[in-house]
């Protein structure tokens, strides 16, 4: 045989393949068989190279030669290990004997579960017929422990090398696969607590402790290389030589060093490398709870304190190890409180952490190439059987399986999934553990990651993948599409499985589905988080029945967004929410085609949906605007001057005043949903939803002056008398507008020239109020509240002064704080020519030459400190107030306030009515420290946002983190919180992580509020 034909065959090295066979007595002519074995296996070069080091490694190479060229079975098994397994080729090389492993009957038999353990028994020197092993295993010649170890390590691979000879040549299923390395990982773990009990002999004497199997061991479900979860119960024994139990506490004691000792030996690492781990994180209260409790205290954790993802764990436990009586005992009391899951008062809120604990495993740059974690991966299947075993279980015992493909087989031969659908899971389930299994059996590490192709072996790595699987003519090609299409099958299904049968219940349409009862389908809808499911069957009833083409694409579109609904805070407001948009626009052939062709915008509807009251009420007023949903260029703010251009036409369009500011509202309301939709996706920062709301409401405000001011021109037949101008104060004059945030603003007016300024002022007057009443007046568009009270003589002066009443007032009376708050004025509407002149009489007050003197720095802190006793609303924390609060909106603004009234003066850049662009400026020009600079504008920002999303979640406005323990949940979960890994209620642990995050930011802020402001 040439080297061409080699490659041909699948050698990347031919030549250099055709030189290693020849060295190693391999006669490329002759031996044609063993040839085309070693080119049969997943890496043709991988096997051969392995062939050599063996024969080099064995005492009698011409054996194995002789016996792979007579013995077809052996040589497939081998050549097959020796191409996809580089561990378990070093083992043979380590042990060149081993390979006789792999020959005979046995090594094409399945052993049984007592085989294993009596055979990793014997080889410990422990008595596999004790009642409970108990006995002392034999002591190995050396007398040293530490080489029994090593010898159970041995016999370990001995029986994965077996079992992968098995696998790799098609004489097992994965699901025998697996269910054998479960029970060789059980076998495996009683000879470590024999060899436990001969290290700690009297402690043994003292307990009966049983070890339970959880996760894939238990389910029987195992991989090649995985943790090994696991529980331990113990009891105490009778004390030898008395008639009494062993105390409590020291048979405790006892039981958690031979649990030690035991997990200690397959986790250890010596020639044979480690087996796997043995993780106990899954017993009552996690790694803080103790390792080892009597049967009475797991009864009472789990009746008292334990969540319902601990019983989903529990879903999968059985004895393994140890005292077997012991560990039935544990499962016949545990498992009537796992069947009752479902009637727990916080069953919704942890399946949702499930859910979510899903998702924020996966690392963004892994998410495609993820089998286990990624969308349409192994936990999606698992997850939908789970569930589905949960919902139904409690009254049908016939699904109670710990092994997700028995528990698949059950859930369809009784009627709760289709047949169809079944199979398909299961194959999809197959195939990725099939997958996941090779990919550990390479080197015989835990991974769960398929090769990545843009690494510089990946294509080769992926290719060795295709070929184990079977994919002769392009395994790259192959392997990729397959694992496509069995991770799109995946999702479909799992929506399917758990959504679609809602949708038979209530849509009263022949279906060869199993129907549910009325009584599943709500058990099903609550375990999506519906807190009313009754009202969330009706409204599928409305969304789905009959025959149109409309309740055709609803039915399409509701078992996928039935899981986004679940995903979001308020499953039931989104659904609601919905079924009013889709009633309004159902009939509207753009809207449906959307959502079917669009899946984008119909996972953001149902997020937003619920998730906000203020975008659902804005969006109910038009629905048609959830076409923005569809491109993040649409949410974007737009500018000022397109939205004048709008604000204009609109004027235009209509004969009266109330019509007019009517169409400038409503493109107002567009504006607030457009922003809104934005922060909520995280597409704008909070300065530009501030910005945004700023530049619509001066929009607003701008349209409606012109509207008051003809009208109130035309309505007294005069000439106009004066000009007018608008000009914001506060946060609007900031551009730091909030959803809920009044528009303050003061008004100036200018008599012309030759008119009495009475005569005016009256004009003026009667303009700013039809312009308030415009703003304000019943509609189904939200007002524009106009403040002015923060006017000179606040609530007792006058609407509206002239611009030389103004000059006077300031000349004369100005008070510092009048400085201050004119640092945030800027005209925003009304005669441009008066703008300017107000700026320029202004801003000799607000940039005092020379900056302001000490006596009115001292003014300032007390007003600071004044402001902090007295307006803090009573009964507030002011740890959690974002305006008032310690280091909240307040203290950071002040900080750059003082810094403009101190310095502006000197440096124009500074004469900023932003707060952001101040501090950025004083840090720029050494007035602030870049480090306190970073640290107030993190704190501005965030109180910033947690205010604004006060508003869009409860649809009105609050200064303070919500007391309510689900509202600030839903408030976190919208700022993008998430629950960590699902051990804690998740309304706990999205709501602290946004509390500790605040209490956080504001701490240090505050901290630097103190030292800056008040010179410290």
Not at 124 to 130: E, I, K, L, Q, Y
Not at 454 to 470: F, I, N, Q, T, Y
């Amino acid at each position: 045989m040439t080297a061409g034909a080699l490659a041909r065959r699948g050698f990347s090295d031919s030549t250099r393949a055709l030189r290693l066979m020849t060295g190693a007595g391999l006669d490329a002519g002759a031996d044609t068989d063993v040839i085309s074995d070693l080119a049969a296996a997943p890496d043709p070069d991988q096997a051969l190279l392995g062939l050599i080091r063996i024969l080099e490694a064995s005492p009698d190479p011409d054996e194995l030669l002789a016996v792979l060229r007579e013995d077809p079975d052996l040589r497939a098994r081998l050549c097959r290990v020796l191409g996809a397994s580089t561990a378990l080729t070093d083992h043979l090389v380590r042990h060149p004997g081993d390979w006789r492993e792999l020959r005979g009957a046995d090594a094409a038999r399945t052993p049984d579960p007592e085989e294993l353990r009596h055979g990793l028994l014997h080889t410990v020197g422990a008595d596999p017929n004790a009642r409970s092993p108990h006995a002392d295993p034999a002591v190995s010649d050396d007398g040293s422990l530490h080489a029994l170890k090593h010898v159970l390590r041995v016999a370990y691979r001995r029986r994965v090398l077996r079992l992968a000879g098995r696998d790799l040549t098609g004489l097992c299923t994965v699901d025998q696969v697996a269910a054998e390395l479960a029970d060789l990982a059980a076998a495996t773990l009683d000879a470590a607590l024999a060899v436990a009990r001969a290290e700690f002999p009297e402690d043994a004497e003292r307990c009966r402790l049983a070890v339970i199997g959880m996760g894939k061991c238990g389910g029987r479900e195992l991989n090649y290389v995985s943790d090994v979860d696991v529980v331990f119960v113990a009891e105490p024994t009778e004390e030898p030589g008395a008639d009494r139990p062993v105390d409590d506490q020291a048979a405790m004691r006892s039981a958690t060093r031979l649990a030690t000792a035991m997990m200690r030996i397959p986790s250890e690492t010596d020639a044979e490398g480690t087996l796997w781990e043995v993780d106990p994180a899954l017993r009552p209260e996690g790694k803080n709870g103790p390792l080892v409790r009597p049967l009475s205290g797991h009864v009472a954790y789990y009746e008292r304190w334990a969540k319902t993802w601990e019983f989903q764990a529990l879903l999968k436990a059985r004895p393994i190890a140890g005292d077997l009586e012991l560990g039935r005992a544990y499962e016949a009391a545990i498992s009537p409180m796992v069947w009752g899951a479902t009637e727990r008062p916080n069953f919704v809120e942890d399946v949702q952490a499930m859910r979510r604990r899903v998702v924020a495993h996966i690392p963004v740059e892994h998410t495609e190439r993820e089998l286990k974690l990624g969308p349409g991966g192994l936990r999606d299947i698992e997850f939908s059987v789970q569930l589905l075993q949960l919902v139904h279980g409690r009254t049908d015992e016939r699904l109670r399986s710990g092994n997700t493909l028995d528990a698949l087989a059950a859930l369809s031969e009784h009627g709760y999934v289709g047949r169809g659908d079944a199979v398909g899971l299961a194959e999809a389930y197959r195939f990725l553990r099939r997958v996941e299994h090779l990919l550990q059996l390479e080197r015989l590490r835990r991974t769960h990651l398929m090769p990545d192709p843009a690494s510089p072996d990946g294509p080769a790595h992926l290719r060795w993948l295709g070929r184990a699987l079977g994919y002769a003519g392009d395994p790259v090609k192959e392997l990729t599409e397959a694992r496509r299409r069995v991770s799109l099958e995946v999702r479909r299904l799992h929506e399917k499985l758990f959504y679609r049968p809602l949708l038979n219940a209530v849509a009263k349409l022949p279906s060869e589905e199993a129907r549910l009862t009325p009584e599943q389908a709500r058990v099903r809808m609550e375990a999506l988080g519906f807190a009313d499911p009754a009202g969330a069957l009706r409204h599928l009833e409305s969304l789905t029945s009959g025959v149109s083409r409309r309740a055709a694409i609803q039915r399409t579109l509701l078992p996928v967004m039935l899981g986004w609904f679940s995903d979001a805070p308020d499953p039931d407001a989104g659904l609601l929410g919905f079924r009013q948009v889709s009633d309004a626009l159902g009939t509207t052939p753009w809207y449906l085609r959307l959502l079917r062709d669009d899946v984008r915008v119909a996972e953001r509807m149902a997020w937003l949906l619920g998730t906000s009251r203020y975008v659902t009420e804005l969006l109910l007023r038009a629905p048609e605007a959830v076409a923005m949903l569809a491109d993040d260029a649409h949410l974007v703010r737009r500018s000022p001057k397109v939205l004048a251009a709008e604000a204009e036409a609109a004027l235009r369009r209509y004969d009266t005043a109330e019509e007019s500011v009517a169409a400038v509202r409503a493109l107002r309301r567009r504006e607030l949903l457009r922003t809104a939709v934005a922060d909520l996706l995280e597409v704008s920062s909070v300065q530009e939803v501030g910005a945004a709301l700023t530049d619509i409401a001066a929009v607003t405000i701008e349209a409606a002056l012109r509207l008051a001011f003809n009208r109130v021109v035309a309505a007294s037949g005069d000439e106009p008398l004066t000009r007018v101008c608008v000009v914001a104060m506060g946060r609007f004059g900031g551009g730091e507008l909030t959803y809920a945030s009044d528009a303050d603003v003061m008004y100036v007016h200018d008599p012309l020239p030759g008119v009495e300024t009475g005569a005016a002022t009256k004009q003026a007057l009667e303009v700013v109020r039809e312009l308030a009443r415009l703003l304000e007046m019943p509609a189904a568009e939200p007002p524009l509240k106009v403040d002015t009270d923060l006017r000179p003589e606040g609530r007792s002066g006058p609407v509206v002064r002239t611009l030389d009443s103004y000059a006077a007032y300031y000349g004369r009376w100005s008070q510092v704080w009048e400085s201050q708050a004119l640092l945030r004025a800027r005209p925003i509407a009304g005669d441009p020519q008066l703008r300017r002149a107000f700026t320029e009489l202004i801003d000799p007050i607000r940039y005092p030459l020379g900056g302001i003197d000490s006596a009115s720095v001292l003014e300032i802190r007390k007003l600071k400190a004044r402001m902090e006793s007295e307006r803090l609303p009573r009964g507030a924390d002011p740890t959690l107030h974002t305006k008032l609060g310690r280091g909240g909106l307040s203290d950071v603004e002040w900080v750059a306030q003082l810094v403009q009234l101190r310095h502006a003066h000197e440096h124009p850049d500074l004469r900023t009515t932003g707060t952001l662009e101040a501090l950025e400026v004083a840090v720029a020009h050494g007035m602030l420290a870049a480090d306190d600079g970073v640290v107030l504008e993190q704190a501005w920002r965030l109180a910033s946002r947690v205010r604004g999303m006060v508003m869009l979640v409860r649809g009105r406005p609050g200064d303070s983190l919500p007391t309510d323990l689900r509202v600030r949940s839903a408030l976190a979960e919208a700022m993008g919180c998430s629950s960590g890994e699902g051990e804690d209620d998740v309304w706990e642990g999205a709501s602290e992580q946004l509390t500790e995050a605040y209490l956080r930011t504001t701490r240090r802020a505050r901290a630097v509020m103190e030292r800056v402001f008040y010179d410290g």
